[in-house]
């Protein structure tokens, strides 16, 4: 996934936030890198760190354009379920597919859907 990142903050709990944009929206997400980025574009690999429950984590939605925003509070991701396998989702962000770990969710294909979570975090990815 690539990022356009165009502020970056010390969190209160020491690690580093960043604050960017890309094709999907504008959103804040923690940074897992070794060093702190530069602001610029960088390619990176999204988580979502923790286990979502369907039906209040994650919820059917009518809107099927892939989006990425963010508050003070929690970051709302829009994409399509492709597949869960054993607690093991792969959702689909317009072009990109990120791995989630889901509870309580039959298996569904090309299911929109709405998340909502604490934290997300992002990866330099190195080529």
């Given at each position: 996934m690539r990022i356009y990142?165009?502020?970056?903050?010390?969190?209160?709990?020491g690690n580093v936030d960043v604050r960017f944009t890309l094709q999907y929206g504008d959103c804040t997400a923690r940074w897992e890198g070794r060093e702190i980025p530069a602001i610029g574009t960088h390619d990176v690999e999204l988580e979502i760190p923790s286990t979502l429950v369907w039906a209040k984590d994650v919820v059917a939605c009518s809107n099927?354009?892939?989006?990425?925003?963010?508050?003070?509070?929690?970051?709302?991701?829009?994409?399509?379920?492709?597949?869960?396998?054993?607690?093991?989702?792969?959702?689909?962000?317009?072009?990109?597919?990120?791995?989630?770990?889901?509870?309580?969710?039959?298996?569904?294909?090309?299911?929109?859907?709405?998340?909502?979570?604490?934290?997300?975090?992002?990866?330099?990815l190195s080529f």
């Amino acid at each position: 996934m690539r990022i356009y990142i165009y502020e970056v903050r010390s969190a209160s709990d020491g690690n580093v936030d960043v604050r960017f944009t890309l094709q999907y929206g504008d959103c804040t997400a923690r940074w897992e890198g070794r060093e702190i980025p530069a602001i610029g574009t960088h390619d990176v690999e999204l988580e979502i760190p923790s286990t979502l429950v369907w039906a209040k984590d994650v919820v059917a939605c009518s809107n099927v354009t892939p989006s990425i925003s963010s508050s003070e509070k929690c970051s709302r991701v829009v994409g399509v379920l492709e597949e869960i396998i054993d607690g093991v989702a792969l959702l689909r962000i317009g072009s990109d597919i990120v791995q989630i770990e889901i509870s309580g969710a039959a298996s569904v294909h090309g299911l929109a859907v709405c998340l909502s979570v604490p934290l997300l975090k992002v990866f330099p990815l190195s080529f």
